[in-house]
Every structure is written in structure tokens, then in C-alpha cells.
């Protein structure tokens, strides 16, 4: 004979096991094809030496691409205040050598010359100028 709860009396109920998350506390992809404006404004206000739409840009791209459950978080907007917050401002790309964005194509140039691409024909047009640098 079953309570009105549905269970059998003398049975306890089905417990959830330890460590099992609900699907919606898994989290989600990044499925936003455009910067929603409430973040477009928290990160004009947060930092504003960034450029929003240049790291949404960074932002969307990276995480379109990551594969697998890292690709998939329970909180984008909270991701994507994060990721402003660590993004380097243009004042700190900079430094007395040439900056990161040298050190970033020089990279760039070595794993594409590494990959068989040996001439500077072969490279992006931003690249090529860093072909001959190291």
C-alpha cells in the first residue's frame, strides 16, 4: 500500500548520487553569436582600456573552438567577466623589445615553418613581416 508521497511505507526515498550534477548545472556552450550589451557595458566600465568588441571577438573564438566539457560552462556571463579582467590592456602588449605582439608572431612564424610553410609566400600577410625576425 503506497503513501500519498508515493512511497511504500518502510522504504526510503531514491537518493541522487554523491557527485551527480543536474544537466543544467553542467553547463552549456557559448551559443551567442554577438555581445549581449549588459556585457558590452560591464566591460566598458570594468576596463575601460579594452576594446569590448576586439575581445569579444577573442573571447567567442576561443571558446567556439574549445572541444569537449571544457568548451561548456554553467555561467558564460561570469566567463566572460573573468576573461576582461585578465585580458592585457594595450598600455601592458608593449615592452621595451617590441612588444607581445612581436613575440606572438615570431611564435606564430615558427610553428607555421615547423608545419612545412618555408617560404614567406606561405604565410599570412601579417606575418610575413616577422619571417625574418627572431
Not at 21 to 31: C, E, H, Q
Not at 109 to 125: F, H, I
Request: hydrophobic share 30%; charged share 30%; with cysteine.
Amino acid at each position: 500500500m503506497r503513501h500519498e508521497s508515493g512511497i511504500e511505507p518502510g522504504s526510503e526515498p531514491v537518493k541522487q548520487r554523491a557527485g551527480k550534477k543536474s544537466p543544467s548545472a553542467n553547463g552549456s556552450r557559448l551559443t551567442l553569436s554577438t555581445l549581449p550589451v549588459e556585457w558590452d557595458t560591464w566591460a566598458r566600465t570594468e576596463r575601460p582600456d579594452l576594446d569590448p568588441q576586439r575581445t569579444w571577438a577573442l573571447f567567442a573564438d576561443y571558446w567556439t573552438a574549445k572541444p569537449g566539457a571544457s568548451g561548456c560552462k554553467a555561467d558564460w556571463f561570469a566567463t566572460w567577466r573573468n576573461w576582461v579582467r585578465r585580458e592585457q590592456g594595450q598600455a601592458s602588449r608593449t615592452n621595451r623589445t617590441g612588444g607581445q605582439r612581436h613575440a606572438a608572431a615570431s611564435e606564430f612564424v615558427a610553428k607555421d615553418y615547423t608545419r612545412g610553410a618555408t617560404r614567406p609566400e606561405d604565410l599570412p600577410d601579417w606575418a610575413r613581416d616577422y619571417a625574418g625576425s627572431g
